[in-house]
């Protein structure tokens, strides 16, 4: 006779295939092979969800760490920490994960869950149009889609943003983006280089510059204020023991985002004493590293700690006093096909020019063509303002769903972390289709309005407010992150509040 958990295990196999018959399988299309792309194609996969497609506008997965490769690119987050919770890395080399190594474990994770098949490359979605409870999707290779739920996973900076200097065009020597870094250029101690900027990318890749014996003229347009957590290498024996014990790896994972949530978000959200801390730590190492009165001068922000993303470095300061770097705070006028002039009349020839002047913020999933009900066209529902719900609902856009969207960005948290939130929620509402609860859903205005009111209540308190201009602000001069704790937003996330939402059915 076959045993009492037996039959258990038998009669709950039935009936959840049972449960699972009776439920809709929705069609969704993802666009992104990301970070939040790989995610939510896993999610919907585990789910039992067929007919998912993830249209990817490059040749390979990865998003920002495909697209960064730039000399010392890496990841300001710890390692462990900057990992799917679902797959943790025992084999980091560094406490701050290089951008080769980020981009090895979103590909192997690809594989792992065998999540290629799902993902057309080399196909950019164009237009998606809200069509009587069905979304349509056309892509830059001529193929039509139709689908039930859009999610973008588009990330939060991938647009590159050029500067707008009088003569930018007319520069004849080497000119690129740091997310389109050119490794045919050859530097050395015959060549003179300028990089414009000096934000999170500019900090990791002016001292290789530096260190490459060029030399370097560095065109600050604001100073930053910057945090010297050391980076290290993860001894051989270390790895072996994290990949032998798996509940270490969980341990180092959860200890990087207890440090994180309760140091750094704490710090710009207006938590006193971690904020008092913040500020002794990164003046105290400005004093500290820099020991020309006058390069310190130049290199303190006028600003309060925070207001713009936290740089987390200890090689910067070390590199822009050696004998081949120049750091230029005069601004820039125009260019000129020799180089750059700057105000002051000088012109600095140079060979090579980087930009490393950040990205469009506010982009999101466009320029593609989103059309939601009532031919309501995104950037006619965004002239005023980015109204969003949650992050990731629109008004008029029935079942598209934006990840990363407005207010996400949490405090140099990581945005891993973020994302498993956000698809966790999005995953509710998907299953709340499939149940037969609705055939589309969208917030209400009156929600939209309240959340963005929740927020702005919140920012008084912040950093982001502290007197500079940065991609955390929107065209209004607002923040567009979260002003609140990490804890209280995955609180906030657990379940979809039925009285914000407005739900409709259509007869197909």
């Not at 009587?132 to 999610?151: H, L, M, P, Q, R």
């Amino acid at each position: 006779m076959p045993s009492s958990a037996c039959i258990k295990l038998f009669a709950c196999t039935f009936i959840n295939g049972l449960i699972m018959s009776f439920k809709r399988n929705p069609s969704v299309i993802v666009i992104g092979a990301g970070m939040t792309g790989i995610l939510m194609a896993k999610k919907l996969k585990d789910a039992g969800i067929e007919k998912v497609i993830v249209l990817e506008k490059k040749e390979k997965v990865g998003g920002t760490w495909r697209e960064n490769t730039y000399p010392g690119v890496a990841c300001d987050i710890p390692s462990h920490m900057y990992t799917y919770s679902f797959e943790p890395n025992p084999n980091w080399s560094n406490f701050f994960a290089r951008g080769n190594e980020i981009q090895e474990y979103f590909e192997n994770v690809v594989d792992k869950y065998e999540l290629r098949p799902m993902i057309r490359f080399n196909e950019t979605v164009t237009e998606a149009k809200f069509d009587n409870g069905v979304w349509k999707v056309a892509t830059s290779t001529g193929d039509n889609y139709e689908c039930d739920f859009v999610i973008s996973a588009t990330g939060i900076l991938h647009h590159p943003s050029l500067p707008d200097i009088p003569g930018l065009d007319s520069f004849e020597g080497n000119m690129f983006h740091t997310s389109n870094w050119n490794h045919d250029v050859q530097l050395d101690a015959t060549q003179s280089v300028g990089i414009v900027g000096t934000g999170s990318t500019a900090a990791q890749c002016i001292p290789e510059l530096i260190n490459s014996g060029a030399k370097v003229n560095v065109f600050q347009r604001t100073p930053q204020w910057i945090l010297p957590l050391r980076d290290f290498s993860i001894p051989n024996f270390v790895k072996r023991l994290l990949g032998k014990f798996p509940t270490l790896n969980r341990i180092s994972r959860a200890s990087g985002k207890f440090f994180v949530e309760h140091f750094f978000t704490k710090a710009v959200t207006g938590h006193k004493i971690q904020r008092f801390l913040m500020e002794f730590f990164v003046k105290l190492n400005l004093k500290l590293a820099i020991k020309d009165p006058e390069l310190r001068r130049k290199l303190r922000p006028d600003y309060q700690v925070g207001c713009k993303r936290l740089i987390i470095n200890t090689t910067f300061y070390k590199a822009i006093q050696k004998d081949n770097a120049a750091l230029i705070t005069e601004g820039i006028d125009h260019i000129e096909p020799k180089g750059v002039v700057t105000k002051d009349g000088k012109l600095h020839e140079l060979d090579t020019l980087v930009l490393s002047t950040g990205f469009d913020p506010l982009a999101y999933m466009r320029p593609m063509n989103l059309i939601g009900k009532d031919n309501t066209h995104i950037n006619d529902a965004w002239a005023e303002n980015v109204g969003v719900y949650r992050s990731m609902l629109i008004p008029k856009f029935p079942n598209f769903f934006l990840t990363l969207g407005p207010n996400t960005p949490i405090g140099n948290f990581s945005v891993i972390a973020m994302s498993e939130v956000q698809c966790g929620y999005l995953m509710k509402l998907i299953n709340q289709w499939r149940s037969g609860k609705f055939d589309a859903v969208e917030p209400t205005n009156i929600a939209v309005e309240n959340f963005n009111a929740y927020v702005k209540d919140g920012l008084d308190a912040t950093a982001w407010v502290g007197g500079c201009t940065s991609w955390y602000l929107d065209a209004q001069g607002n923040p567009i992150l979260w002003p609140y704790t990490w804890g209280r937003w995955v609180k906030e996330m657990r379940i979809p509040n039925d009285e914000d939402l407005q739900f409709a059915s259509y007869t197909q």
